[in-house]
């Protein structure tokens, strides 16, 4: 190239940086790095693989519809009327200790909290205790903002509107004698939730707060009597309103309800014998094919049972490991040739 | 003009890169829905709720795209890793108290990188998403290379002859061709013409270089051209960039 001299003051500086020569490392993908490489991720897949199977098999859970569509189940009587405060109880047996600490969740299926405009209807400024709002609800709770008598609504919203009010009380049989097994309600919810999400106004009472506003349509309580015993559970900052409130990512989810307290009988968890959960029965579902269940589980490292994350893991570990012979045939066949 | 005339438009890459990407978003998605269905965090409480999914999903996501790099300059490295950083510092900012605390109808995540990012389940899954986003493709490259080299896989493929290394030792040389004042310069190069056959390629992109025609004359072997003391000539490539990185080899395309 013929030597040129720099005419103009723009030209940019003869550096690597500037020319775009700067080294690079490029991976080439030679057979001496990707077959020892798939065969490495296979291994390790496979071990993650197995380590995740295991676990998710020790995990104990059991389930149980109590919708009540078929007639056997024992709150198809429920379901059908249309009472309030239906009552049923459910009885099962457990054959083993379920290892503690055992989680009590109820479930809901082809419920769709993930909708849009579901999820949008809420007032996170009211949740948050501004009072300002209470009086003029956030336009996006429509029309769930004001009641018919243009009364404010407080918590506003579809979601609070739509709150699980099912409860569950869970009795333990043996010898003939009838044991309540004590559910703890405390910290199943999130600590961000309960501590920053979501705040009371601060008035004392909780209940003069709440003048000149109206509870949501379908609850049967204000929200400043959600749990009147206990201060620290009433208002916004209650459990299972927290607890409703995060709303599911997919339409069969499960919410924590109670966790089983361990003490006394209950120590190491639940044990074996005749278990019958009392249930109130107000939620209704069957207007759109819904199911509700309940669930007892308990956790390990990975969370609740799970086992799509151990067998993917083992089936991806597989394959790799399949690819890496496949290419290393495919390396031999065709390397010979070139050598000719 | 050809790109008006529509004339690079090459239906083979556009289905493949189409597939590419169908693949990538089903697996992007599904593999955390599957992983977060049914289950809690391992202390009970709950992780598939809405946001938590969200954050996992587009956490996949950033992780995915930012492994299926081609090449790694420096700056391209910096860039990357600081975006992931970037990614998570403002993730946290956004979802951490002081933010909700100012506006809390804006920040309605709060709590959620906290919450989800400390399972190791979500990290697992995080991994598996990545990891089955980029094997496909390096098993499909490798597999191409193999049954259908192009000429750039032959070059990569034959090892560098040693003299060349032994004689590349410059230690930052980014500095233009001109200045050899210590050697013996392009006068040969300038005097038998060659310069005007061989255009200058400046890019640097990985290890090799690679002659544009067939009839690409070899610098590193002997050169009809002048050469002052009888010395075997100089490794010198004249009318391109010496780095220390680049290396020159003469390959022959056989398929015209």
């Given at each position: 190239?013929?030597?040129?001299e720099?005419?103009?003051?723009?030209?940019?500086?003869?550096?690597?940086f500037?020319q775009?020569?700067?080294?690079?490392?490029?991976?080439?993908l030679?057979?001496?790095?990707?077959?020892?490489?798939?065969v490495?991720?296979?291994?390790?897949?496979?071990?993650?693989?197995?380590?995740?199977?295991v676990t998710?098999?020790s995990?104990q859970?059991?389930?149980?519809?109590?919708?009540?569509?078929?007639?056997?189940?024992?709150?198809?009587?429920?379901?059908q009327?249309v009472?309030?405060?239906c009552?049923?109880?459910?009885?099962?047996?457990?054959t083993?200790l379920?290892?503690?600490?055992?989680?009590?969740?109820?479930?809901?299926?082809?419920?769709?909290?993930?909708?849009?405009?579901?999820?949008?209807?809420?007032?996170?400024?009211?949740?948050y205790?501004?009072?300002?709002y209470?009086?003029s609800?956030s336009?996006?709770?429509?029309?769930?903002?004001?009641?018919?008598?243009?009364?404010p609504?407080?918590?506003?919203?579809?979601?609070?509107?739509?709150?699980?009010?099912?409860?569950?009380?869970?009795t333990?049989?043996?010898?003939?004698?009838?044991?309540n097994v004590?559910?703890?309600?405390?910290?199943?919810?999130?600590?961000?939730d309960?501590?920053?999400?979501?705040?009371?106004p601060n008035?004392?009472?909780?209940?003069n707060a709440?003048n000149?506003?109206?509870?949501?349509?379908?609850w049967?309580?204000?929200?400043?009597?959600?749990d009147a015993?206990?201060?620290?559970?009433?208002?916004?900052?209650?459990?299972?309103?927290?607890?409703?409130?995060r709303?599911?990512?997919?339409?069969?989810?499960?919410?924590?309800?109670r966790?089983?307290?361990?003490?006394?009988?209950?120590?190491?968890?639940?044990?074996?014998?005749?278990?019958?959960?009392?249930?109130?029965?107000?939620?209704?579902?069957?207007?759109?094919?819904?199911?509700?269940?309940?669930?007892?589980?308990?956790?390990?490292?990975?969370?609740?049972r799970?086992?799509?994350?151990?067998?993917?893991?083992?089936?991806?570990?597989?394959?790799c490991?399949v690819?890496?012979?496949?290419?290393?045939?495919?390396?031999?066949?065709?390397?010979?040739?070139?050598e000719? | 003009?050809?790109c008006?005339?529509?004339?690079?438009?090459?239906k083979k890459?556009?289905f493949?890169?189409?597939?590419?990407?169908?693949y990538?978003?089903?697996?992007?998605?599904?593999?955390?829905?599957?992983?977060?269905?049914d289950?809690?965090?391992?202390?009970?409480?709950?992780?598939?709720?809405?946001?938590?999914?969200?954050?996992?999903?587009?956490t996949?996501?950033?992780?995915?795209?930012?492994?299926?790099?081609?090449?790694?300059?420096?700056?391209?490295t910096?860039?990357?890793?600081?975006?992931?950083?970037?990614?998570?510092?403002?993730?946290?900012?956004?979802?951490?108290?002081?933010?909700?605390?100012?506006?809390?109808?804006?920040?309605?995540?709060?709590?959620?990188?906290?919450?989800s990012?400390?399972?190791?389940?979500?990290?697992?899954?995080?991994?598996?998403?990545?990891?089955?986003?980029?094997?496909?493709?390096?098993t499909?490259r490798?597999?191409?290379?193999?049954?259908c080299?192009?000429?750039?896989?032959?070059?990569?493929?034959?090892?560098?002859?040693?003299?060349?290394?032994?004689?590349?030792?410059?230690?930052?040389?980014?500095?233009?061709?001109?200045?050899?004042?210590?050697?013996?310069?392009?006068?040969?190069?300038?005097?038998s013409?060659?310069?005007?056959?061989?255009?200058?390629?400046?890019?640097?992109?990985?290890?090799?270089?690679?002659?544009?025609?067939?009839?690409?004359?070899?610098?590193?072997?002997?050169?009809?051209?002048?050469?002052?003391t009888?010395?075997?000539?100089?490794?010198?490539?004249?009318?391109?960039?010496?780095?220390?990185l680049?290396?020159y080899?003469t390959?022959?395309?056989?398929?015209?």
């Amino acid at each position: 190239m013929v030597k040129q001299e720099s005419e103009s003051a723009n030209r940019p500086d003869n550096t690597a940086f500037t020319q775009q020569r700067l080294p690079a490392w490029q991976p080439i993908l030679s057979a001496g790095i990707v077959i020892p490489g798939f065969v490495l991720i296979g291994l390790a897949f496979i071990g993650i693989g197995v380590a995740l199977f295991v676990t998710s098999k020790s995990i104990q859970e059991l389930e149980f519809d109590y919708t009540g569509y078929s007639n056997e189940s024992p709150c198809s009587s429920c379901a059908q009327s249309v009472v309030a405060n239906c009552k049923c109880s459910l009885n099962f047996t457990l054959t083993t200790l379920l290892q503690g600490p055992v989680f009590f969740y109820y479930g809901l299926s082809n419920y769709f909290q993930n909708y849009r405009r579901y999820g949008a209807s809420k007032d996170d400024n009211q949740l948050y205790g501004d009072l300002s709002y209470f009086t003029s609800p956030s336009s996006s709770c429509s029309p769930y903002d004001y009641d018919s008598s243009k009364k404010p609504i407080v918590p506003c919203g579809s979601i609070a509107n739509s709150m699980f009010n099912d409860t569950f009380t869970l009795t333990w049989t043996v010898n003939g004698k009838t044991n309540n097994v004590s559910l703890d309600g405390k910290g199943i919810a999130w600590w961000t939730d309960y501590n920053v999400k979501y705040r009371n106004p601060n008035v004392t009472p909780l209940k003069n707060a709440f003048n000149g506003t109206v509870k949501p349509i379908n609850w049967a309580k204000p929200a400043y009597e959600l749990d009147a015993s206990d201060p620290s559970n009433n208002g916004f900052v209650n459990q299972d309103f927290l607890v409703w409130m995060r709303r599911a990512a997919l339409p069969n989810f499960r919410k924590l309800y109670r966790r089983i307290d361990a003490s006394g009988d209950y120590k190491n968890g639940l044990p074996a014998g005749n278990y019958t959960v009392d249930i109130t029965y107000n939620y209704p579902v069957r207007a759109f094919n819904g199911v509700k269940k309940i669930v007892f589980s308990n956790v390990s490292w990975m969370g609740g049972r799970n086992e799509f994350l151990g067998i993917a893991y083992l089936v991806i570990g597989s394959l790799c490991v399949v690819m890496s012979v496949v290419m290393l045939i495919v390396y031999a066949k065709f390397k010979f040739p070139d050598e000719e | 003009v050809d790109c008006q005339l529509n004339l690079y438009f090459s239906k083979k890459s556009f289905f493949k890169c189409a597939l590419h990407s169908c693949y990538s978003s089903l697996v992007l998605f599904f593999i955390p829905y599957a992983a977060m269905y049914d289950t809690v965090r391992d202390d009970g409480k709950d992780i598939a709720d809405y946001q938590s999914f969200a954050l996992l999903t587009q956490t996949c996501l950033l992780f995915a795209v930012s492994i299926q790099m081609s090449y790694w300059t420096a700056v391209n490295t910096i860039f990357v890793l600081g975006s992931l950083v970037m990614y998570f510092a403002v993730t946290f900012t956004m979802y951490s108290n002081g933010m909700f605390t100012i506006l809390p109808s804006a920040f309605p995540f709060i709590g959620t990188a906290r919450n989800s990012l400390n399972q190791p389940n979500v990290w697992l899954t995080i991994f598996l998403t990545s990891i089955l986003c980029v094997l496909p493709v390096i098993t499909n490259r490798f597999l191409m290379i193999q049954l259908c080299p192009t000429i750039n896989d032959k070059a990569k493929a034959t090892p560098a002859p040693p003299t060349q290394r032994a004689r590349i030792r410059r230690t930052s040389s980014r500095r233009s061709g001109y200045a050899f004042s210590h050697a013996q310069g392009y006068g040969d190069l300038v005097t038998s013409g060659r310069f005007l056959r061989r255009p200058a390629l400046t890019r640097s992109s990985g290890f090799t270089h690679v002659g544009r025609t067939t009839t690409s004359f070899s610098p590193m072997g002997r050169s009809a051209g002048y050469s002052p003391t009888g010395r075997p000539q100089n490794n010198k490539v004249p009318n391109v960039e010496v780095t220390s990185l680049q290396m020159y080899r003469t390959i022959t395309d056989s398929a015209p």
